[in-house]
């Protein structure tokens, strides 16, 4: 099955640090990978969507990485602040590219 | 534009009691989505939509859920009868046909007592 995992549950950092978060998926790698941001009481935000053949994605503060060799995503926060507290999904199309599948997400919290 | 619209926000209903549950896709996109979503099981895809039509709807946990489309701007997503284990935020999602990133609706908290 095209399992997608995210390792750690929470993640707690220090405002102005930056925080990495790992996403690994299983079996052949899917066309792209995206990243939402979720707060609580409210549905997914969409962030950051890169493609297979893409390494690195930026926007604003936050970048993504791709590595097909090691089947891993990584979604950095750089210069956190308290108001990147959320968490952080990640999602692997399944199946046809318009079908997701979700990580079970890392909450991050980040302290003044 | 609005973004999703999803109603009722909570319900609170008691077992074997039908449940319907609706959603206003962004105007314009393609694709429609319902998910459901619970501390056990995370977030999982329960059924999508293509200009109305059902695409998928694997992950429809069994015969007492159904969902319609019957315009482009409005679904429903039905559960009848209602059992205790069907309680979870179900949330709604909306996709323009020529993009994969998917807008979310702000849920409907379903608690069936």
């Known amino acids: 099955s095209q399992k997608i995992e995210q390792n750690s549950e929470a993640l707690n950092i220090q405002e102005g640090k930056t925080a990495t978060l790992t996403c690994n998926y299983t079996?052949?790698?899917?066309?792209?990978l995206q990243w939402y941001r979720q707060d609580p009481g409210r549905g997914p935000v969409f962030l950051l969507l890169i493609r297979e053949n893409e390494k690195e994605k930026r926007k604003e503060r936050l970048k993504v990485t791709f590595d097909t060799t090691l089947k891993q995503s990584l979604f950095h926060i750089t210069a956190s602040q308290p108001a990147d507290s959320a968490t952080y999904l990640c999602a692997r199309p399944r199946g046809d590219d318009y079908k997701l599948s979700f990580g079970a997400g890392t909450t991050v919290t980040v302290r003044a | 534009d609005a973004g999703v619209i999803q109603s009722p926000r909570h319900e609170v209903t008691e077992m074997g009691q039908e449940v319907t549950l609706r959603c206003k896709p962004i105007s314009g996109h393609d694709y429609l989505f319902w998910y459901r979503q619970t501390m056990m099981r995370g977030l999982e895809l329960l059924i999508y939509f293509n200009n109305n039509v059902p695409i998928d709807d694997s992950g429809m946990p069994e015969d007492r859920f159904s969902a319609k489309m019957p315009n482009a701007s409005f679904s429903t997503l039905k559960i009848q009868p209602s059992e205790p284990r069907d309680s979870a935020v179900y949330f709604c999602a909306s996709s323009p046909a020529d993009s994969y990133e998917q807008y979310f609706g702000p849920g409907t908290r379903l608690t069936v007592t």
């Open positions: 079996n052949y790698s899917p066309a792209y």
